[in-house]
């Protein structure tokens, strides 16, 4: 079993930058998919990026270019860039753990807030 804890959520102004962390604990990180997630006030949950164990990664298309996912598998830890940030990414974020095709572990997800 893997736990997942995020952090580094906030409010910040259109434009502006955060970075998301995601720590796991427990079993073998490295041979997790990892992904982040958001999902708005009405709306449903959408795949943000994720990565591979060994560094590949996908993009939503509103995300690319302006989002970067990144690992560091000796830490155990899962990390999100957002640059140029506006305010339909205001959502609560959520960090996943995926092996063999299936979601085994959700973060308890972090609030972002992109506001004048």
């Known amino acids: 079993q893997i736990q997942l804890v995020e952090s580094g959520g906030g409010l910040v102004q259109p434009g502006g930058s955060l970075r998301l962390s995601c720590a796991a604990s427990?079993?073998?990180?490295?041979?997790?998919?990892m992904g982040w997630y958001r999902q708005a006030p009405g709306k449903q949950r959408e795949l943000v990026a994720d990565?591979?164990?060994?560094?590949?990664?996908d993009y939503v298309d509103s995300a690319k270019g302006r989002f970067t996912i990144s690992r560091d598998n000796a830490k155990n830890t899962v990390y999100l860039q957002m640059n140029s940030l506006k305010p339909e990414d205001t959502a609560v974020y959520y960090c996943?753990?995926?092996?063999?095709?299936?979601?085994?572990?959700w973060g308890q997800g972090t609030q972002v807030t992109v506001s004048s």
């Open positions: 427990g079993s073998s990180f490295s041979m997790y998919v």
């Open positions: 990565i591979t164990s060994g560094g590949s990664t």
């Open positions: 996943s753990a995926r092996r063999s095709f299936a979601i085994r572990s």
